[in-house]
């Protein structure tokens, strides 16, 4: 069994930037992925960034160029910058991983973007 607890979140103005951390109480080297997922109220959760055990990092559209993730294995640790943040950013911000045969979420971490 994994856990895994997101930090950083909190209120930001549009333009600012916050880093979301990703503890997790296991290995996250023996993982084939890390990655982030948001869920703003009446959407649907969606990929924000991942991580693969190789270092290959995929983005979608919305974030690319804003967003990066990345990993300490040393530490267990899965960072997310968010660079030029917008309202539409706005979400609950979860942590996943998969490692062989389970999956893990986190319980989630709120950002807002409001002036």
């Known amino acids: 069994q994994v856990q895994l607890v997101e930090s950083g979140g909190g209120l930001v103005q549009p333009g600012g930037s916050l880093r979301l951390s990703c503890a997790a109480s296991g290995s996250i080297f023996s993982a084939y992925v890390m990655a982030w997922y948001r869920q703003a109220p009446g959407k649907q959760r969606g990929l924000v960034a991942q991580i693969t055990s190789g270092g290959r990092t995929t983005y979608p559209e919305s974030v690319k160029g804003r967003f990066t993730i990345s990993r300490e294995n040393a530490k267990n640790t899965v960072y997310l910058q968010m660079n030029n943040l917008q309202p539409e950013d706005t979400a609950v911000y979860y942590c996943?991983?998969?490692?062989?045969?389970?999956?893990?979420w986190g319980q989630g971490t709120q950002v807002t973007v409001s002036s």
């Open positions: 996943n991983g998969v490692w062989p045969g389970r999956t893990y």
